[in-house]
């Protein structure tokens, strides 16, 4: 059996739920578990309306009128998302009567979105007598820990997706089961509250569901032709990634890359999965597989990414730093302030470290480091990040210095990832652009391919 995974663009209108359907079925007979994002931009339309619903505005125009619009225009009856968009405007009354929205709220109401997608997508293939029913994913066993917004499956998850969903799985060709179409990116926690995994984590329900079940792979369907060298919004000559590790693509998410969820490369890791990433705008293209290693000697530049919205802090303590104990202390301060550190390096008497601006206070934070050390923090700052082999750091740290030199462009911290593939560079957000463009040029260009380093 398969599991596939299809994104809020592959499935955000009825003309794209169509061509989606058409997918399913050409794959029918490998058994797929079908695994959906919320239509489009409706998760972030959501969220708005919780803002308008603070203000006393309760308006959910847009994400009625494209789910009773794409009902109409499949032909399938509404029932179910009448009734759901009715919960959901009482849940935006109730926000809009409390003036407030906390986390937990805010999971329930983005909930709806993957609601309403499996619904119109599981009513639609049983129109074609393709038999399919739709499963919210609390149903076939995902259940999470109570950090809303951002929670982890409890490893419970494993063995209640294999009890749900193994009878489909061990089923027989013409047995009449149901393809089951679940939702993405959401749980329930163990008191039986609506939860969800993060932004783009549907990724991660598909790569839950394919090795819990032991798939024999995981679709997870793109509008790109998989994983890209780079972000393709940025360099528009980014070229695919035909073959990536698990590793990789756990540090490209995790330096910034969109294209999958930073935690969902973790369930598969641990079978031995394979995941596949395809493009449903251009199904021909090969599209990117990701595995446990590579068997053909990959080009030693893989892909590079930037990530905006960072601060970097320096801490200085000419007294301290060498003496044992230092960065314990250091390290202990940005735990008890739930800062999580992305980038580090030190030198004799600084140790310096980049943390996400978005999530992190820094009041605290400066006020526990005065105590034993100098502190400067600067915002605005980006991380680029080169997924590499660094057993060739020299050289292709000579490359990447040669080229950014020419351009006149200066870093300000340069740190070699210990999961040795990746080698991470901050400079100013308003240049890290540039600093990609430079950087995929050289490694991606014409000047790349000929010494081999990029593809
Ligand atoms: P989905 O909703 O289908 O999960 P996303 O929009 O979350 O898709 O992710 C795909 C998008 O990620 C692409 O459209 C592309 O713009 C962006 N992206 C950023 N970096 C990369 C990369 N290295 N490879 C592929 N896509 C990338
Ligand atoms: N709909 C959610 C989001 O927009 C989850 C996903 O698409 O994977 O983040
Ligand atoms: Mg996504």
Redesign the pocket.
């Known amino acids: 059996m398969i599991v596939m995974?299809?994104?809020?663009?592959?499935v955000a209108n009825a003309e794209r739920i169509k061509h989606v359907a058409n997918i399913i079925k050409s794959f029918e007979e490998k058994r797929p578990v079908v695994v959906l994002?919320a239509m489009g931009d409706t998760t972030d339309h959501l969220l708005e309306a919780a803002d308008a619903a603070l203000e006393g505005h309760i308006t959910i125009d847009a994400v009625e009128k494209l789910h009773m619009d794409t009902a109409a225009e499949l032909g399938v009856p509404s029932g179910d998302i009448v009734k759901l968009l009715g919960e959901l405007r009482t849940l935006l009354t109730g926000i809009s009567m409390l003036r407030e929205v906390t986390p937990r709220s805010k999971d329930y109401l983005v909930s709806f979105g993957e609601r309403l997608s499996v619904r119109l997508m599981a009513a639609y293939l049983n129109s074609l007598n393709i038999r399919s029913v739709f499963r919210d994913a609390w149903d076939v066993g995902f259940v999470s820990d109570s950090n809303y917004t951002s929670a982890d499956l409890l490893p419970a998850t494993w063995e209640n997706i294999r009890k749900e969903l193994g009878p489909y799985r061990d089923g027989k060709r013409g047995d009449g089961l149901p393809i089951p179409v679940v939702t993405g990116f959401i749980a329930k926690d163990e008191r039986g509250f609506i939860t969800t995994l993060g932004?783009?984590g549907?990724?991660l329900t598909a790569t839950m569901l394919g090795a819990a079940l032991r798939a024999d792979e995981v679709q997870?369907?793109?509008?790109?032709?998989?994983?890209?060298?780079?972000?393709?919004?940025?360099v528009k000559e980014?070229r695919t990634?035909p073959v990536a590790t698990y590793d990789e693509v756990a540090e490209?998410a995790y330096f910034?890359?969109?294209?999958?969820?930073p935690r969902s490369m973790q369930p598969c890791l641990q079978t031995g999965t394979p995941v596949r990433?395809k493009n449903?705008y251009n199904i021909d293209a090969p599209g990117s597989i990701i595995v446990t290693r590579h068997e053909v000697k990959p080009p030693s530049v893989r892909?590079?990414?930037s990530k905006k919205n960072v601060t970097l802090i320096d801490i200085v303590s000419t007294r301290m730093l060498g003496q044992h104990g230092f960065l314990a202390k250091v390290f202990e301060s940005f735990a008890a302030h739930s800062i999580s550190v992305d980038v580090v390096a030190t030198s004799e008497v600084s140790v310096s470290l980049t943390v996400d601006s978005e999530k992190a206070h820094f009041a605290g934070l400066r006020h526990d480091l005065e105590k034993y050390a100098s502190i400067d923090i600067r915002k605005d700052k980006a991380i680029v990040t080169i997924i590499c082999d660094v057993r060739r750091s020299s050289s292709i740290l000579a490359a990447t210095f040669a080229a950014l030199e020419k351009e006149d462009i200066n870093v300000q911290m340069i740190s070699q990832g210990a999961s040795k593939v990746n080698i991470s560079m901050i400079c100013d957000s308003s240049e890290a652009q540039r600093v990609v463009q430079v950087l995929h040029d050289r490694y991606f260009g014409d000047a790349g391919i000929a010494t081999g380093e990029g593809q």
């Open positions: 995974k299809f994104g809020g663009s592959s994002s932004r783009g549907s990724d997870t369907w793109k509008d790109v032709d998989g994983i890209l060298t780079t972000d393709p919004r940025v980014a990634v490209l910034g890359a969109q294209v999958l969820h990433v449903s892909a590079i990414t």
